[in-house]
């Protein structure tokens, strides 16, 4: 028996009034998904439990089978382990976003134009890090390089206690002044983002990137506190062997700390220009590799909710149908017997461009217990077929037992 997760981050939404009220699972062409979905079992699951913020930190250890209550030490820990870096009891890792304000003169009155600094590849990243490193590192501040806008802080002997550090992608288009933190322990931290624009503004890379009619990474943002963590192992948790394969590296954090594979696929960039067959060839190898379940995750449904991106969403959902899918399903079907689950994580809605705890609609095919599921897969359809999961933890047991 072979297991295939297909996790679509963010793909839930609510009625687009520029999709004539529908959500993007409702538009999107998808007829692989759809054709599993009418043999499969379809519901809702509730990924982010009550009093917990929804992101994808929260909801994929859910869906992995971890509870966050137990293991979630923050978000950056898990995506530090990811890219490397060795945390002290002591250390606290924080998200180093690279983001684009705008030109005020005073910090607290730039608005958030783009969280993802319009994208930034990770070479020119990189090059904003070692600058950012070397004016700013230190004993206390170690920078390190992660992919595109998403980078890490590593403060020794920090703490958590920081007030509120917003997630940029929660307030796009939106005046920072108040969604800076005023707590004491966070006003090196605050500081350093403020320096940082004078720093930025006319980098090189900045340069470079405004010439073209690119939005430059003019301040870094640091969000996502947390601490060391660790958690189960996968394979003795449910006795198979598993991998992750995935742009970002807060799964493959969460994969490196469960002890599951992580392989790396060239070209991948958590947005619709990600090696899409690349990864679902990688899978195949991770079967062929003696692999029971990989966990494929794809990033672009998510980052075209918070760009407000209603049409690249749609087509996201049906460039994973397209190109991934298939590729998956004729390995699947010529080895025997497979289950395959496919579900978001988390709502991203389009018209508030952020994250939503909502439960959202799954699927689980079975090779050898077909159901009789719904004609086409969506939040509304999955909602009528009467099934609901309540505690998104239990949902990697159902699945492997189905």
């Known amino acids: 028996?072979?297991?295939?997760?297909?996790?679509?981050?963010?793909?839930?939404?609510?009625p687009v009034p520029a999709l004539n009220g529908k959500t993007p699972m409702e538009v999107a062409d998808k007829p692989n998904f759809d054709a599993l979905a009418k043999k499969a079992e379809v519901g809702l699951v509730k990924t982010v439990a009550d009093g917990l913020k929804p992101g994808s930190d929260i909801a994929n250890l859910s869906v992995l089978g971890y509870d966050p209550k137990l293991?979630?030490?923050?978000?950056?820990?898990?995506?530090?382990?990811?890219?490397?870096?060795?945390m002290a009891a002591d250390d606290v890792a924080l998200r180093c976003n690279l983001v684009t304000l705008s030109d005020e003169e005073n910090y607290e009155d730039k608005t958030m134009i783009d969280y993802s600094a319009g994208d930034i590849s990770s070479a020119e990243a990189a090059e904003i890090i070692k600058t950012v490193s070397e004016h700013f590192g230190n004993d206390v501040f170690n920078f390190y390089n992660?992919?595109?806008y998403r980078h890490c802080l590593i403060v020794h002997g920090g703490t958590t206690e920081l007030g509120k550090m917003t997630?940029?992608?929660?307030?796009s288009k939106r005046v920072i002044g108040?969604?800076?933190?005023?707590?004491?322990?966070?006003?090196?931290?605050?500081?350093?983002?403020?320096?940082?624009?004078?720093?930025l503004k006319d980098h090189p890379v900045n340069k470079k990137r405004v010439a073209k009619g690119k939005l430059p990474a003019n301040s870094v943002w640091f969000w996502g506190e947390g601490t060391c963590t660790t958690l189960p192992s996968f394979n003795e948790l449910y006795g198979l062997k598993g991998s992750i394969i995935t742009a970002v590296d807060l799964l493959g954090g969460i994969g490196f700390l469960a002890k599951m594979n992580t392989p790396k696929v060239d070209g991948v960039t958590g947005y619709l220009d990600t090696n899409f067959v690349g990864?679902?060839?990688?899978?195949?190898?991770?079967?062929?590799?003696g692999q029971d379940l990989v966990y494929l995750h794809f990033e672009a449904p998510d980052e075209c909710g918070h760009r407000n991106e209603p049409?690249?969403?749609?087509?996201?959902?049906?460039?994973?149908?397209?190109?991934?899918?298939?590729?998956?399903?004729?390995?699947?079907?010529?080895?025997?017997?497979?289950?395959?689950?496919?579900?978001?994580?988390?709502?991203?809605?389009?018209?508030?461009?952020?994250?939503?705890?909502?439960?959202?609609?799954?699927?689980?095919?079975?090779?050898?217990?077909?159901?009789?599921?719904?004609?086409?897969?969506?939040?509304?359809?999955?909602?009528?077929?009467?099934?609901?999961?309540?505690?998104?933890t239990k949902l990697m047991q159902k699945f492997i037992d189905f």
């Open 1 to 14: 028996m072979k297991y295939a997760i297909v996790l679509y981050d963010g793909m839930a939404d609510y």
């Open 71 to 86: 293991y979630h030490k923050g978000r950056s820990p898990l995506e530090a382990a990811n890219i490397g870096v060795s």
């Open 146 to 148: 992660g992919v595109s």
């Open 167 to 171: 997630p940029p992608h929660d307030i």
């Open 178 to 199: 108040p969604y800076l933190s005023d707590h004491k322990n966070a006003e090196k931290l605050i500081a350093m983002m403020k320096e940082s624009y004078a720093l």
């Open 279 to 289: 990864k679902a060839e990688a899978a195949v190898e991770e079967w062929k590799n």
């Open 311 to 392: 049409e690249n969403k749609v087509k996201a959902i049906e460039m994973i149908d397209s190109l991934v899918l298939p590729v998956l399903l004729d390995y699947l079907k010529a080895q025997g017997d497979y289950k395959i689950m496919i579900l978001p994580d988390h709502p991203t809605p389009i018209v508030t461009m952020t994250h939503a705890s909502d439960p959202v609609p799954y699927m689980i095919y079975s090779s050898k217990c077909e159901k009789n599921g719904v004609d086409s897969i969506n939040e509304n359809s999955a909602k009528e077929t009467g099934i609901y999961l309540s505690d998104g």
